[in-house]
């Protein structure tokens, strides 16, 4: 289960765990093509963060309909009209 929510500067997607055996994960799209992922840690009180690239988002995503090995993913710019 996940919500999506739009903001003016970024959009943020959280997915929560249906079976609540895990805290809900942010993912944060910022405009500038950064990524943050987030989850909140109950026993240090605090979020933990890590900030990627769309690029690595779009890696991530990838890899999980490929077999073991390298990979590289080339992004195709759209033609602007």
């Known amino acids: 289960m996940f919500t999506v929510e739009f903001e003016k500067d970024y959009s943020v997607v959280t997915s929560m765990d249906e079976k609540n055996n895990f805290d809900d994960i942010e993912m944060y799209l910022e405009n500038n093509g950064v990524v943050f992922l987030r989850q909140?840690?109950?026993?240090?009180?605090?979020?933990?963060v890590i900030e990627i690239s769309y690029k690595q988002l779009l890696d991530l995503w990838s890899s999980m309909r490929q077999t073991e090995g390298l990979f590289k993913i080339e992004l195709i710019e759209k033609e602007k009209r």
């Open 40 to 48: 909140y840690v109950e026993e240090i009180d605090t979020h933990q």
